[in-house]
C-alpha cells in the first residue's frame, strides 16, 4: 500500500532515530536512502557513524538528488533526510530557490509515484530567528516551502520535540 510519512523537527530532536524504528516496524529490510553530500571530515564522520549504526536488515543507498533513479517499488524507504537533498540542489543551482524548489517538486512526485511507503524525515529551520545571511534565509524559505508541498501530500505528518513523536496529521 503506498503511503507517504513525514517526520520533522529541529536539530537532534530524535527525527532519524524515530523513522528508523518506524521502518523497522514496517519491514523486515527497509530501505536507507541516504541524500547526504560528503561536505567536510566532520560530516563524513557523521555518515560514517549512521551507517555503523544500522544493521544488516537495512538495504542501503546513498543518492544526493535523483531518488527517483532507484526502482523501489513495494519496499519501505527511508529517506533521510529532505534538508540535505534540498541543499544539494540549492547549490548546484547557484541558490536559485525558484529553479531548486520545481526541481525537488519534480524529484519528489517521480519518487512517489512508485507503489511504496515513503518516510521522509526533514528539519524544521525556520522555527528559529531569522538569519542576517541572504544565503541562509533564501534556503530557510525553500526549505519551508518543500517541507509544505511534501507534508500537503503525506499521509501522516510526526513533529519530533526533545525526542518525543507528536502526530500533526494523521
Same mark, same amino acid.
Given at each position: ?88 540542489? $540549492?547549490? /548546484? &543551482? %547557484?541558490?536559485? =530557490?525558484?529553479?531548486?524548489?520545481? *526541481? ?7 519518487? !512517489? @509515484? ?24 533564501? $534556503?530557510? /524559505? &525553500? %526549505?519551508?516551502? =518543500?517541507?509544505?508541498?511534501?507534508? *500537503? ?7 519530533? !520535540? @526533545? ?8
Amino acid at each position: 500500500m503506498k503511503q507517504i510519512i513525514l517526520i520533522t523537527g529541529g536539530a537532534r530532536s530524535g527525527k532519524s532515530k524515530h523513522a528508523e524504528k518506524l521502518a523497522l516496524t514496517l519491514s523486515d529490510n527497509p530501505v536507507y536512502l541516504a541524500t547526504a553530500r560528503i561536505w567536510d571530515d566532520e560530516f563524513k564522520q557523521r555518515v560514517l557513524r549512521h551507517q555503523r549504526d544500522r544493521g544488516p536488515e537495512w538495504t542501503n543507498l546513498e543518492e544526493e538528488k535523483w531518488l527517483s533513479s532507484h526502482s523501489l517499488a513495494n519496499r519501505v524507504i527511508l529517506i533521510d533526510c529532505v534538508t540535505l537533498w534540498c541543499t544539494n540542489f $540549492f547549490f /548546484d &543551482l %547557484q541558490a536559485d =530557490v525558484d529553479k531548486a524548489l520545481q *526541481a525537488v517538486k519534480e524529484e519528489f512526485d517521480k519518487l !512517489v @509515484s512508485q507503489e511504496a511507503t515513503f518516510i521522509f524525515v526533514t528539519n524544521e529551520i525556520g522555527m528559529g530567528a531569522t538569519s542576517e545571511n541572504e544565503i541562509q534565509r533564501k $534556503f530557510t /524559505d &525553500l %526549505q519551508g516551502w =518543500v517541507n509544505q508541498y511534501i507534508a *500537503a501530500r503525506a499521509d501522516k505528518v510526526v513533529l519530533m !520535540v @526533545s525526542g518525543i513523536p507528536v502526530n500533526v496529521k494523521e
